[in-house]
């Protein structure tokens, strides 16, 4: 598991997923104990897909339990950002930048997917706490 922390940027990512791949293989968990947000450059490189989604969600206790993030911010790229998830049509490859706020959080997990994708259409992401190392 990342740990994510005062003394590091650390980096944590999923790299060339295919979009159809379960669930599971499209999720970053990541502890965040010690930061005030993460940001995650998510990419995809497009065939079929229309749609880029993320959802986001925290746990407060050490991953007994998860709730939606309240916080997310679209820090550069285009798209649509909700309460507690982002989505942007795609015709193309894309990339953005999202930023969650993760205080007073243990760990955060992002379920990324790109809607109508196939095996072709492959996920990329790279999460950071942007703190200085």
Not at 6 to 29: D, F, H, M, Q, W
Not at 63 to 88: E, F, L, N, P, Q
Not at 91 to 108: M, P
Request: proline fraction near 2%; aromatic fraction near 6%.
């Amino acid at each position: 598991m990342l740990e994510v922390n005062r003394l590091s940027a650390a980096k944590l990512g999923l790299s060339g997923v295919a979009s159809n791949a379960a669930e599971a293989s499209r999720t970053c968990e990541i502890n965040v104990e010690h930061a005030e947000s993460i940001t995650f450059v998510y990419s995809l490189s497009w065939v079929a897909a229309t749609a880029m989604t993320a959802q986001f969600y925290l746990s407060p206790d050490d991953k007994t339990t998860y709730g939606r993030v309240m916080s997310v911010a679209v820090s550069a790229g285009a798209g649509v950002s909700s309460d507690y998830s982002w989505s942007h049509d795609v015709t193309a490859s894309d990339a953005v930048a999202i930023t969650v706020d993760c205080r007073n959080a243990t760990h955060i997990k992002g379920i990324f997917a790109a809607t109508g994708g196939g095996a072709t259409d492959l996920i990329t992401v790279v999460a950071g706490s942007g703190e200085p190392g």
